[in-house]
């Protein structure tokens, strides 16, 4: 077994909502008091329904939301206590890749513009380095040197969904949150996203928190599964060994449709 990367524990993230001042308070409870951990080298997918928290558990563990209780912690060091500054620091070593990778490109930057700024914010090369690694990540990802002159709406969804992983390996990560990264892709674009992001992991060396509803992306990709349900973990297990052999009622509804 590979060391632990990730450790969260007793994670929670509370939202009080009232329709009207006097209104009595609705508390949602979008990740209630869940531990797991992450070892290095592995993919663990978290699954679970739309609004069962998986989302905000990645947000979380990246500090891109604060939680209200628990502690995550990085290659041995708790994250949720450190300052900003440090966090900073921390974040070439932990990206994220989004769901809709357009909307977090700026459509008036050219590719090779915004493959490069994360190249300067963490001065992973010199400046004189900078036009040769973005023409690396490029091709690494699968696309062209030439591509880098253009802009985000002469792209194809697939391709500026390469762009994002580009820029989230850029900084040399260890860890990356895959964040339903190909759940608003074409079918026929889906298992190319897939094959690169496997064959990067195998490359760089990386470990994936992959967040999905889809499970037949995440039984083709993951070594091990979260079953997350209304805020909490379920279950958990190896991959086939869970699909065979849920034992939770949510898990084998939820798994009954894979064959």
Same mark, same amino acid.
Do not use: W
């Given at each position: 077994?590979?060391?632990?990367?990730?450790?969260?524990?007793?994670?929670?993230? !509370?939202?009080?909502?009232?329709?009207?001042?006097?209104?009595?308070?609705?508390?949602?409870?979008?990740?209630?008091?869940?531990?797991? =951990?992450?070892?290095?080298?592995?993919?663990?997918?978290?699954?679970?329904?739309?609004?069962?928290?998986?989302?905000? @558990? %990645?947000?979380? *563990?990246?500090?891109?939301?604060?939680?209200?209780?628990?502690?995550?912690?990085?290659?041995? &060091?708790?994250?949720?206590?450190?300052?900003?500054?440090?966090?900073?620091?921390?974040?070439?070593?932990?990206?994220? *890749?989004?769901?809709?990778?357009?909307?977090?490109?700026?459509?008036?930057? @050219?590719?090779?513009?915004?493959?490069?700024?994360?190249?300067?914010? !963490?001065?992973?090369?010199? /400046?004189?380095?900078?036009?040769?690694?973005?023409?690396?990540?490029?091709?690494?990802?699968?696309?062209?040197?030439? $591509? &880098? #002159?253009?802009?985000?709406?002469?792209?194809? %969804?697939?391709?500026?969904?390469?762009?994002? *992983?580009?820029?989230?390996?850029?900084?040399?990560?260890?860890?990356?949150?895959?964040?339903?990264?190909?759940?608003?892709?074409?079918?026929?674009? &889906?298992?190319?996203?897939?094959?690169?992001?496997?064959?990067?992991?195998? =490359?760089?060396?990386? @470990?994936?928190?992959?967040?999905?509803? $889809?499970?037949?992306?995440?039984? !083709?990709?993951?070594?091990?599964?979260?079953?997350?349900?209304?805020?909490?973990?379920?279950?958990?297990?190896?991959?086939?060994?869970?699909?065979?052999?849920?034992? !939770?009622? #949510?898990? /084998?509804?939820?798994? &009954?449709?894979?064959?």
């Amino acid at each position: 077994m590979n060391r632990i990367l990730l450790t969260v524990e007793n994670l929670s993230k !509370h939202y009080t909502l009232r329709k009207g001042l006097l209104s009595p308070k609705n508390v949602i409870k979008a990740v209630d008091h869940i531990s797991f =951990e992450v070892y290095e080298g592995e993919t663990l997918g978290l699954i679970g329904e739309s609004g069962c928290g998986k989302t905000t @558990t %990645g947000e979380l *563990i990246l500090r891109l939301n604060r939680s209200d209780t628990g502690k995550i912690c990085f290659l041995g &060091q708790d994250i949720t206590v450190i300052q900003e500054k440090e966090m900073r620091e921390l974040r070439k070593d932990m990206q994220i *890749i989004f769901q809709q990778s357009q909307e977090t490109l700026d459509p008036k930057a @050219t590719i090779g513009e915004l493959i490069a700024a994360p190249l300067r914010l !963490h001065a992973i090369v010199s /400046k004189n380095e900078i036009a040769g690694e973005v023409v690396r990540l490029l091709n690494l990802v699968g696309l062209r040197s030439k $591509d &880098q #002159y253009k802009h985000t709406y002469q792209l194809s %969804g697939g391709q500026k969904q390469r762009v994002g *992983i580009a820029r989230a390996i850029a900084s040399r990560p260890r860890f990356v949150v895959c964040d339903e990264p190909v759940s608003a892709l074409d079918i026929s674009v &889906q298992g190319q996203i897939l094959n690169l992001l496997m064959d990067l992991k195998k =490359e760089l060396g990386l @470990t994936y928190l992959f967040i999905s509803h $889809d499970l037949k992306v995440v039984q !083709h990709i993951c070594d091990r599964i979260a079953v997350m349900y209304r805020g909490q973990i379920v279950e958990m297990g190896e991959t086939m060994e869970l699909i065979d052999n849920p034992k !939770h009622g #949510y898990t /084998k509804k939820l798994f &009954q449709d894979i064959v």
